[in-house]
T-cell receptor, first 113, second 114 residues
């Protein structure tokens, strides 16, 4: 069964600090992995996409890594801001099947003053 | 606004009633997805369309649920004889064809069954 697990479940950090979120997956055959940010009451918005051959990709203060051998990904947020408070969801797509996405349960991040 | 649009944003209904939600995808997107999200969980796949054809349905989509995309543009999701367990956020997403195409999500319809 295709599964995506994320840790930690929730995280509280002070503004300006860095943090790293983890994602482990068992989706096969692997196509790509995206990190989405979901603000409360809104739909998810894609931050980064990683394909099999990519190890690191950055989008502003967000840096995603992928280890396709161990089936792990991380999302590193630098110099956190209050607006980073949201749920961060790891989403893995398998080849074939119409781009069906398997979602993790998300990490709820809260950035405080 | 050229994003994915969902209507209504919120729906409160009594148990046993039927409800219908609408999703208008981004106009050039031929793929449309429905997901359900309960509090504290990630979205769960319900069904997806390529143009007007419904190509896959999750086991989560019981006989009380039906989705249509009659002209390959907007889609509707109907829930008959609603139950309290149907209370959730129903998200619609659309994408173009291709493995790396991004799925763009609407803001969802929050259903509360009382």
């Amino acid at each position: 069964k295709n599964q995506v697990e994320q840790s930690p479940q929730s995280l509280i950090i002070l503004e300006g600090k860095n943090c790293t979120l983890q994602c482990n997956y068992t989706v096969s055959p692997f196509s790509n992995l995206r990190w989405y940010k979901q603000d409360t009451g809104r739909g998810p918005v894609s931050l980064t996409i990683m394909t099999f051959s990519e190890n690191t990709k950055s989008n502003g203060r967000y840096t995603a890594t992928l280890d396709a051998d161990t089936k792990q990904s991380s999302l590193h947020i630098t110099a956190s801001q209050l607006s980073d408070s949201a749920s961060y969801i790891c989403v893995v797509s398998a080849t074939g099947g119409g781009n069906k996405l398997t979602f993790g349960t998300g990490t709820q991040l809260k950035v405080e003053l | 606004d050229t994003g994915v649009s969902q209507d209504p944003r919120h729906k409160i209904t009594k148990r046993g009633q039927n409800v219908t939600f609408r999703c208008d995808p981004i106009s050039e997107h031929n793929r449309l997805y429905w997901y359900r999200q309960t509090l504290g969980q990630g979205p769960e796949f319900l069904t997806y369309f390529q143009n007007e054809a419904q190509l896959e349905k999750s086991r989560l989509l019981s006989d009380r649920f039906s989705a249509e995309r009659p002209k390959g543009s907007f889609s509707t999701l109907e829930i008959q004889r609603t139950e309290q367990g149907d209370s959730a956020m129903y998200l619609c997403a659309s994408s173009t064809h291709g493995q790396e195409s991004e799925a763009f999500f609407g803001q969802g319809t929050r259903l509360t069954v009382v």
